[in-house]
């Protein structure tokens, strides 16, 4: 369980921040970026649900959310090297989280028209809001991407956060009437 008595504690004045097994890094390391990334989705996902009225929609987000902070504690956690043992503070991504996300996106998108032009990010005020953290989202895999050419990430974070863009644009047009309100791109259009 998380206590927190006091929220500033000056060690990051110089800085640096330190990730879950006491080691510090510079706060523009790759692997900070990566988890303020994710943290930066979960803010946008907030802003969505502000907007949200079908509480089936919200309670989906509302799992993503929880899923993200998940995320970002395996990210602030160092994989163990070889032949040691992980954390006893570990929490780390699984499997489950990235099937149970599958089968929602692919609930919302039975009630969907198969798309026959990119669409562009607008609509009703959720529908923005989930392209928005779409993008914010495929930022945060690149940026894990990035890390993991670096050192060894869990490799169920990374596709969390690939599965996960595609329910965010999918969840986007459902929320858009369910794809009729989309905002389609029309090639050339003001040539």
């Not at 008595?5 to 004045?13: A, S």
């Not at 879950?20 to 946008?44: C, I, Q």
């Not at 993503?64 to 032949?83: V, Y």
Request: one cysteine or more.
């Amino acid at each position: 369980m998380v206590k927190l008595n006091k929220i500033y504690t000056r060690t990051g004045d110089d800085g640096s921040t330190g990730l879950v097994d006491g080691s510090r890094l510079s706060k523009d390391d790759v692997r900070v970026r990566a988890y303020g990334d994710v943290d930066e989705t979960n803010s946008v996902i907030g802003l969505v649900r502000l907007h949200l009225t079908h509480q089936g929609l919200d309670a989906m987000l509302s799992r993503i959310q929880n899923d993200l902070f998940d995320l970002g504690a395996d990210l602030a956690t160092p994989l163990p090297k070889e032949g040691e043992a992980d954390s006893e503070y570990a929490l780390r991504m699984i499997e489950s989280q990235t099937t149970r996300l599958e089968e929602e996106l692919d609930t919302l998108n039975a009630d969907l028209a198969p798309l026959t032009s990119f669409v562009l990010p607008g609509g009703h005020p959720p529908a923005a809001y989930l392209h928005l953290a779409r993008t914010v989202c495929r930022r945060a895999e690149r940026c894990c991407v990035a890390l993991s050419q670096e050192e060894a990430v869990n490799p169920h974070a990374l596709t969390y956060l690939n599965r996960l863009s595609d329910f965010l644009f999918v969840a986007g047009r459902w929320c858009n009437d369910q794809g009729e309100a989309d905002v389609k791109w029309v090639p050339g259009a003001n040539r």
